[in-house]
């Protein structure tokens, strides 16, 4: 089993930016990928970002390309770098273990994923 913590969230304006971490332990052998999805309030939890076990493949969901950055910045460390964040972006943002790199294109993506954060709340004010 993997053991995933995230950390970063919080209270920001509109067009400022968080910094999200994800720290990983545990058997991570057979996780081939890793994503960020989030749950915004009476929403279905929907992709975000996903990434390859070295960081070679990337994907976003096509509401934060351009804005939001996933990076493996270590063995143990996934992190999502949210820029010019808007009120839509309010959600608790899970970092996930997968056995493929979840992408946007894949209405499953999401089963791919086998262990899974706490969550950490992210809240955009207008």
């Known amino acids: 089993q993997v053991h995933l913590v995230e950390s970063g969230g919080g209270l920001v304006q509109a067009g400022d930016s968080l910094r999200l971490s994800c720290t990983v332990s545990g058997r991570t052998s057979e996780t081939y990928g890793m994503g960020w999805f ?6 279905e939890r929907e992709f975000v970002s996903g990434i390859s076990r070295y960081g ?6 096509d509401s934060v390309k351009g804005r939001f950055t996933i990076a ?10 949210m820029n ?12 996930a273990a997968c056995t493929r790199v979840p992408t946007g294109s894949d209405p499953s ?16 004010s207008s």
């Open 109 to 124: 993506a999401e089963g791919l994923c086998n262990d899974w954060g706490q969550g950490t709340q992210v809240t955009v």
């Open 72 to 81: 493996r910045d270590s063995a143990e460390t996934l992190s999502l770098q």
């Open 38 to 43: 989030r749950q915004a309030p009476g929403k």
């Open 56 to 61: 070679r493949i990337t994907d976003y969901a």
């Open 84 to 95: 010019r964040l808007k009120p839509e972006d309010t959600a608790v943002y899970y970092c």
